[in-house]
Each structure stands twice: as structure tokens, then as C-alpha cells.
């Protein structure tokens, strides 16, 4: 059925109806004017939004339904956690066409659900719109504060150390895969199209799931913002070298970064040879990786948080008092590193 | 200039410095991964979010971006109003197209920074994102309650009168003449193609204001809520008739409203006289009035909040037992309403 044969009244209906409010924050949910939100006493608010574009951000081909919605709560907690904070709740902004297939979308608003309650919270509203164009997921997350602080993305000083969480470049690496023609099964599992078949076929779906799922690193954050680790945080949506130059920007302070101690993800090391490109400069001025980048004085209350989480971070280098962006390179040489990253409308600046 | 050769970042980057962070509320503002809200204290948040789409809910031809960028946060606040409460701040996710003048976006960025700024609140961040279809405007407002009291669509009884703000359908026929072509001119004034010349001119521009430029019912959501005036409130969007079931629907009950009652517009009587239309079907049948329509037991109390706000308050009816709505004729007849309002996507259901 399609969406102007089921009308926008029945699909919200249905809508609040299948999505109970829930939470433990939630006073209430999708079906008034506005969702009611109770904030831990006493802390601050978190306010973030973002979008996925179709033909921009996704295509149809290779993007499942429940999965768009599952990346774009997704893509959201990641920016509450680079500021430190928790999140409470999120609203769903949905701008489709009449000719939108309702199965379709249900599965969409089962992935945001879904992936909302496995990150604390719960889908608390939003809006419903149609459009002539492509579909537009706008999701909003509302989350708290931990201790009243937040993680800025100033803050960092010359000669602090340079922190990245997780692995990088396996997004990236799983956006180019699902462009060539792979995708995940809808059974479980995935596809491999014949161009791809002599690659490394084994690292190949880690890479898919990391650009279809990502993690927000929300434990992370609230540690590094709790007990006051880091002095200045960013997560990694648009790059490495992009986001990094955004952090100094920010700060006010220059960076410095080892070539040979970046942490890139096995499947970005393992497809990018395959193709015979460079892994660093793919794994740099790739994109949604939503790993957290801080700046720390402590290596010490660093490596305490290593033992607590089951998540690598790694020193990338340091914080310098020249502006800009050093790579040192295996080579021993240093070269500037621009700002690579993803942009939506061509020319780059920081 | 287009946005493709000014680039993301520094779009980005000069909204930062032309729209430093404001508002008695707010912590931070633009330019980090979220914004921080600091709400009144003891206070619960209020969220919501609403899309304006082109060649959906606008057309180019005849918004001026600036009021494109005041409406998307008027009709958010509106949502905010509904519930009682007051508006905190707001973020603003912009989809548009690379090609997009730059000019344009700073009008439109600048509409919003400017209506957010009259309402008591500030724009503190957002989301841009290309796209290859048309524009879309989102806006998401979050608001604080008052007294830790929110005005739900649910809560009325059968006896409850039934109330309306202001007057409604001058932003119908507002719409109607805006696309029939009459526009507002740049320099203030308006412009009046040749087939209107002949109909009530003086009463057009009013009409066109009230569609481009509503003002959204904060100090009435705000007393209705404080002093327990109002058993339950919806605010009027989608017109009379669709908002007046959704109200009941969650309530529970029907209601009757009396055709004599009716405040309508006088621009829209004038206009659907001229047009040889029925005023009252093209007044409950239109949509963006963003007044409130609200139900309350005592009559009393209304009466004293006539006398405080400089806003026209008419008992229009009063909710019933039976479900479904009545709308009682001059000619005393009673006929069923049925929800006529604006819907996206073809089909009615309440």
C-alpha cells in the first residue's frame, strides 16, 4: 500500500499506536503538540540535529529501510556523545513521497525505535511531510548533561595528547563496497557482486555493517566529560583530517598526528590495497567512522579508561601551539594535512 | 554566489559569527556537535519539530525567503504554545540544493534568528545538507512548561465549552491570493495582478501577512496552562475541522460548534464572497490559523483572561458526549463535520 492510499492521519495514528511512549525520561510521547521530556534534576539540555538525504547520504539500492533509520538515531547519539551527555529522546522529521510504499516506512520507524531504545531513550515524536524530491530523515535528539559539564570542541592546549577511539576508515570502505554493487542479504548475510569476488571477501562485511550500523561511543563520552579527561572532544562524521581541523579551529591550537599510529580498521587496510590505493589518505578524508577524537593532559586517567572500556584508544599525537594539521609520515617526513574530509558542497574550509 | 562555491564550512562558519549565541536560556549556542540549554528550573522540556517543504507548503514564486525562515519557527512555537509552554530555543536543519544562492540562505537564516528573537528564544543550532530535490526547512523548538504543567489535546469533558482564539481563515485566503499571484513587494506594499483588481483589495494584504507571517498564541498557551483555564488545547494548523477532531479523538468526546459563532476573517469573507465561495467551508477547511482552539469548564475564567490579553477569545461550542463533531447552521439545522482540513497525503482519518 502506498502512503496516499493509507492517508498521513492513519500512519500517525498507527505510528503512536505501534510506538508506545517509553523511557525513563519520556512524561509523553508521539501523538500531542510536543513530547514532554524530564531531565535528570538539575542538568542541562542537548540539542542536536541531523539529516540523511537521499541520493546524498543513502541510496535506495543499498540502504534497507530499518537501517536508515537505525544510522540516522544513530548519526544523532554520536554528536550527544561527543558532548559528554546522555540521551533522552528523539524526534522523527520524515519528508516523503505520496507514492512512499508503507511497509517501507514502517520499517523505517521500527529502526528508529529500535536503535532509540538501545541507546537509553525513545522515539518521542516528529513530523510527517510530503515532497515531490527524494526522502529527507530528519532526526532530532534531546539529551542530558552528566554533572552539568559538557565536552566542548574547544579546550585543547598546546601538548596535549591526541586520543582517537575505535578503528577508522571501515565505513568509508563499506560506502564503497555498497556502491560497487554488494549489500546485505535480507536473510542475514551478504551479497557480493562478480566485480568484487577476488577481494578480501571476509573483511568485507564488517566494513558494510560499519557504514550501515554505527556505534555511538556514549560510554566514552560520559567518562571522558565525568571525570573531566578530556579538555576539548569532536566525533568523527566527516573525516579524520576534516573533523580534526574543526577540533583545533575550535581550540584554537594546531595538531600533529603519526601516520604509523593510526588506527585503521583491517577491512580499510585490506580493500584499499586490493584496489591499490592509499589506506591513510582513504582512512583521513573518509567519512562516519563516529568515533570520538579528544584532546587529554592525562595519558595516565587515559589509560585507566582503556581498562574500563572494551574499546581501543589510541594516542594519535599531539596538540602543537602552530595552527594547522602536521602528518608525520612512516617516512620520518612531515607534511601538512589539509582538511580532506567530507563536504556536502565542494570547497573545504576550516 | 552559489553555496557550491562558498562551501559547507565556511556557510557554516560565518552563521557562527553573524548569529552569536543568545537567550537567557542558553549555554551554547552554533558551532559545536550540540547546543546547550540551561531550562528554568524544576522545569520539564518541551520538543517538537515541523518541516516546511517546497512546492508543498511554499513555492518560491511567492515566499520571500525571510519569511520562510520567520514561519518555520513560528509554526514550531506555535506547537510549544499549544502545550502551554514557552520556548527555549531552536535548531534549524536546512536541505537545499547546491546551486542555492548564498544571498537567499543568509535571508532565510536571518528570518529565523530575528522571529526567534521576538519570541523570547534564539536559534542555537542546526544541520545543512545538499540535495537534489527541492528545499526543505526544519525547524525543531524546544521549550520549557510552566509549572511543570503541560496542556494536553486530551483532557476534555462533555460540557466543557469550546474556545477559539483570534479569527481564522485570512492565512487560507491569504494562500489563495498568493497563488493567484499577488506577492508582497520587496520594498513593502504589495503587488496585484490583474485578475484580482476587481475584489476587495484592501483586505488582501492582511490575509497574505496572516499566511506568510502567523503569530504563534504563546501568552494564551502560557495562562491557559498556568491558571488550569483550559481542560485540553490543540493548536490550529491543519484547520478548524481536522484539529477540532484530532482534539476530541484524544479527549475521547465529540463536540458541537455553532456556525454563527465562528470568528471568521474579515479578508476571508470579503475574498470568498467576491470568489462566490462559502467563507465558513473555506474557514474550517483551511489550515494554518495557528490559533488555539481550547476546551474549558468555566466560562468565568475565560472571561477574565478576555480582559488581560489584548486577543479575541469566542466560545464557539462545547464538547459532547457522542463522538464526532456537529456543526450546528444559522438555519439551526445539524449537520455532521467531517475532518476537511489540509492532510498530505490524500486521505481524511481522524
Known amino acids: 500500500m502506498r502512503l496516499s492510499e493509507l492517508g498521513e ?21 508521539i501523538g500531542d503538540d510536543a513530547a514532554i521530556l524530564d531531565p535528570p534534576s538539575g542538568e542541562r539540555v542537548l540539542l542536536t540535529t541531523d539529516s540523511l538525504v537521499e541520493d546524498v547520504h543513502f541510496s535506495r539500492k543499498w540502504m534497507p529501510p530499518r537501517f536508515l533509520g537505525r544510522k540516522a538515531v544513530a548519526v544523532n547519539v554520536s554528536d550527544i556523545a561527543a558532548m559528554g551527555g546522555e540521551p533522552l529522546g528523539a524526534l522523527l522529521s520524515l519528508t516523503v513521497s505520496p507514492e512512499s510504499e508503507v511497509e517501507a516506512l514502517w520499517q523505517l520507524v521500527e529502526g528508529v525505535d529500535e536503535r532509540a531504545r538501545e541507546l537509553g531513550m525513545s522515539l518521542v515524536g516528529g513530523n510527517l511531510a510530503s515532497s515531490p524530491g527524494g526522502m529527507v530523515v530528519d532526526v ?22 591526541l586520543y582517537l577511539s575505535g578503528k577508522i576508515g571501515a565505513s568509508a570502505t563499506g560506502l564503497k563496497l555498497l556502491e560497487q554493487g554488494a549489500a546485505l542479504a535480507p536473510g542475514g548475510g551478504f551479497l557480493v557482486p562478480e566485480g568484487l569476488r577476488e577481494g578480501p571477501i571476509p573483511l568485507a562485511e564488517a566494513c558494510i555493517r560499519a557504514h550501515l550500523d554505527p556505534e555511538p561511543r556514549i560510554s566514552l563520552g560520559r567518562a ?39 588506527p585503521l580498521s583491517p577491512g ?30 592525562s595519558e595516565d586517567k587515559v589509560e585507566r579508561l582503556r581498562g574500563r572500556l572494551d574499546l581501543p584508544i589510541t594516542r594519535i599525537g599531539e596538540m602543537t601551539e602552530e595552527e594547522g594539521v602536521a602528518l608525520v609520515g612512516r617516512d620520518g617526513q612531515v607534511r601538512p594535512l589539509s582538511p580532506l574530509g567530507w563536504n556536502h558542497f565542494g570547497k573545504q574550509a576550516v
Open 140 to 161: 532530532t535528539v534531546a539529551g542530558a548533561t552528566v554533572r552539568k559539564r559538557a565536552l566542548m570542541r574547544s579546550g585543547a592546549k598546546p601538548g596535549d595528547g
Open 224 to 262: 571522558l566529560n565525568g571525570k573531566r579527561i578530556a579538555t576539548a572532544c569532536i566525533d568523527v562524521s566527516d573525516g579524520l583530517a576534516l573533523d580534526l581541523h574543526r577540533l583545533c579551529r575550535a581550540s584554537g591550537v594546531g595538531a600533529r598526528i603519526e601516520e604509523a599510529s593510526l
Open 268 to 297: 580499510l587496510l585490506a580493500w584499499e590495497r586490493a584496489w591499490k590505493r592509499d589506506p591513510v589518505l582513504a582512512a583521513v578524508s573518509g567519512g562516519e567512522d563516529y568515533e570520538l577524537l579528544f584532546a587529554s593532559r
Open 9 to 29: 492521519d492513519f500512519f500517525l495514528k498507527e505510528l503512536a499506536r505501534r510506538f508506545p511512549t517509553a523511557g525513563e525520561h519520556v512524561v509523553l510521547g
